[in-house]
């Protein structure tokens, strides 16, 4: 009996990887290796944002084996999220939402290499509240996974034990695998398909850490002379210690800060300068597309 359920179990997650194949596609990347992507609706793909540049051409390789050019209609490095139009009409049917997983749950993780399907199972490893990504993006969710997929398996579809859509798959520090919840690829998506990008907060200065006894916060370095920060009369020298009266632990917790959600806000800015406190109040601009 337990090998007649251990067989059932193992058809179960191939089949339900089976039904997802004719989602996903590949791609040859910048960094010389395969990627895989995965039909969002509307004929659009989405794939991690870090596995595309800006101005390449793509061909994508769909589950039947069929190359189809793609053109790249946006990216957010703040949520890793890429969004690509295949040149022509793509069938493939858009996968359901996933209800919300537990720690332990069953999570398969999807690909595609060059038309070949490929598929992993583990379980989800850790679920927690939203949080902000180190280029700003506000995550709604925190999915790691506790599945050893390779890399060809990044930007491909992380499903529940219903084959329904859990998220996408992204590796964060030390190949640890992540999922992109699929409500922030949506929030995601509906930008880029209007605007091609998504805003990102500008101050227009570059940072060095500082840690000592007297000051803790970033050290502005230089000055991009249209910048925000220059028109608000910060100076080369100057400490940033503090945003809205909340510290500021160096440039990475700054630059979390620039986020979507800060281009145009206005903000003061704690500074010490020439070892004397005092306030800058300047508004957050949008970074220029690269």
């Not at 398969?108 to 180190?134: D, K, T």
């Not at 990475?252 to 070892?275: K, Q």
């Amino acid at each position: 009996m337990s090998d007649f359920n251990l067989n059932a179990f193992s058809d179960a997650i191939a089949d339900l990887a089976a039904q997802a194949a004719p989602a996903t596609a590949s791609f040859a990347t910048h960094h010389h290796r395969t990627a895989s992507a995965f039909h969002w609706r509307d004929g659009y793909f989405v794939t991690a944002e870090e596995a595309v540049e800006a101005g390449e051409e793509i061909e994508l390789v769909l589950a039947s084996g069929e190359t189809v050019k793609a053109e790249l209609i946006g990216r957010d490095p703040s949520t890793g999220v890429a969004l690509l139009k295949p040149a022509g009409a793509v069938s493939a049917v858009p996968l359901a939402m996933a209800d919300a997983v537990r720690p332990g749950n069953i999570a398969i993780a999807i690909g595609n290499s060059q038309g070949s399907a490929l598929a992993v199972s583990g379980s989800v490893g850790e679920v927690g509240p939203a949080w902000r990504s180190m280029r700003g993006g506000t995550i709604d969710r925190r999915i790691n996974l506790a599945v050893g997929a390779g890399g060809r398996f990044e930007g491909g579809p992380v499903l529940d034990a219903k084959g329904a859509l859990i998220g996408m798959l992204l590796f964060g520090p030390r190949h640890r695998a992540l999922v992109m919840p699929y409500e922030t690829i949506e929030r995601a998506v509906a930008t880029l398909r209007e605007k091609g990008h998504v805003a990102r907060g500008y101050l227009g200065a570059g940072l060095h850490p500082v840690r000592d006894r007297d000051a803790q916060g970033a050290m502005v370095m230089s000055l991009d002379d249209d910048g925000p920060a220059k028109a608000a009369g910060l100076s080369l020298g100057d400490i940033i210690m503090a945003w809205n009266g909340e510290a500021v632990h160096g440039p990475r917790d700054l630059i979390r800060r620039l986020g979507p959600d800060s281009a145009g806000a206005s903000v003061t800015l704690g500074v010490v300068r020439g070892g004397e406190q005092r306030d800058v109040a300047l508004t957050i601009g949008e970074k220029p597309l690269s």
